[in-house]
């Protein structure tokens, strides 16, 4: 794997990651992994990354302490303040062109009307149902963030959907 960006990114909304989840807080800089009770969702905070932590719905029904490896990674979000940025993009130089040449021209956002307004947000769809939505600098050259999700139900890591 080429960062730990590009593992994060890799593992959103998939479960059986308890091993590589334990083993995580370390390598980010961040607390231990929170326990989950049921229906609860937590952040993993560590410099320039959030991790919105859930529990794949579909398992263990009932339980009230969540096992690791039902835990999910629902989102992530990276600023750059710490780990480098998954794709291969890189902070203060990125362009609308340059991510899509990086991640998908398959885009919603970052239309001339939406820009004018504020919203420099443009979210590519990429392969295994993974989005990324890249928030832009003013002047829509840099970014300010980068969100990380999974359309659809939690699946297995190593398993495709």
Do not use: C
């Amino acid at each position: 794997m080429a960062n730990m960006a590009n593992e994060i990114a890799t593992r959103v909304n998939r479960f059986g990651i308890g091993a590589w989840l334990a083993a995580l807080p370390p390598r980010i800089g961040s607390g231990p992994v929170p326990k989950l009770d049921a229906g609860q969702t937590e952040d993993l905070r560590a410099p320039g990354l959030v991790l919105r932590l859930g529990r794949a719905a579909s398992r263990t029904a009932g339980a009230s302490a969540i096992p690791l490896d039902e835990v999910v990674i629902e989102r992530a979000s990276f600023d750059g303040a710490g780990l480098e940025l998954p794709f291969g993009l890189y902070m203060a130089r990125e362009t609308p062109a340059s991510a899509a040449a990086k991640l998908s021209a398959d885009t919603a956002g970052g239309d001339p009307a939406a820009v004018a307004a504020g919203d420099r947000r443009i979210s590519h769809v990429l392969d295994n149902a993974l989005v990324a939505e890249v928030a832009f600098r003013s002047g829509m050259t840099g970014i300010e963030q980068i969100l990380i999700v999974r359309l659809g139900s939690p699946y297995r890591y190593g398993i495709s959907p």
